[in-house]
């Protein structure tokens, strides 16, 4: 019976470091030159989904709450702007954006 245990260096997974994140990536407003779409959702997924776009997309963004005249009444919802057009093509490709059924 061995009494000590070998580090392995192969077990380590690599840091994935975005420089981009040394300033705050995520905007408290939606810049007019920014890629958008909306859609409705509750704080837990939009919390989730601000986290996946942090570690996953890799410009400027932002998460805004906005209202939408639906019907005859006026709608709160979410409208997430992208600096990088790309950005948007990776969350729309990801499938958070799914509306039947939410992968959070």
Same mark, same amino acid.
């Given at each position: 019976?061995?009494?000590?245990?070998?580090?392995?260096?192969?077990?380590q997974l690599p840091?994935?470091?975005?420089?981009?994140?040394?300033?705050?990536?995520?905007?408290?407003?939606?810049?007019?030159? &920014?890629?958008?779409? =909306?859609?409705?959702?509750?704080?837990?997924?939009?919390?989730? !989904? /601000?986290?996946?776009?942090?570690?996953?997309?890799?410009?400027?963004?932002?998460?805004?709450?906005?209202?939408?005249?639906?019907?005859?009444?006026?709608?709160g919802m979410t409208?997430?702007? &992208?600096?990088?057009? =790309?950005?948007l093509t990776l969350?729309?490709?990801?499938?958070? !954006? /799914?509306?039947?059924?939410?992968?959070?």
């Amino acid at each position: 019976m061995k009494g000590t245990l070998k580090h392995r260096l192969g077990s380590q997974l690599p840091m994935r470091i975005n420089p981009k994140n040394f300033f705050n990536r995520k905007l408290d407003f939606l810049p007019p030159h &920014f890629t958008t779409t =909306s859609k409705y959702f509750n704080e837990y997924e939009e919390t989730k !989904l /601000n986290e996946w776009i942090y570690e996953n997309c890799f410009g400027r963004y932002c998460i805004v709450k906005t209202v939408k005249w639906d019907s005859d009444s006026w709608k709160g919802m979410t409208t997430i702007g &992208f600096e990088e057009p =790309s950005d948007l093509t990776l969350l729309a490709l990801s499938g958070r !954006l /799914n509306t039947q059924k939410s992968p959070f």
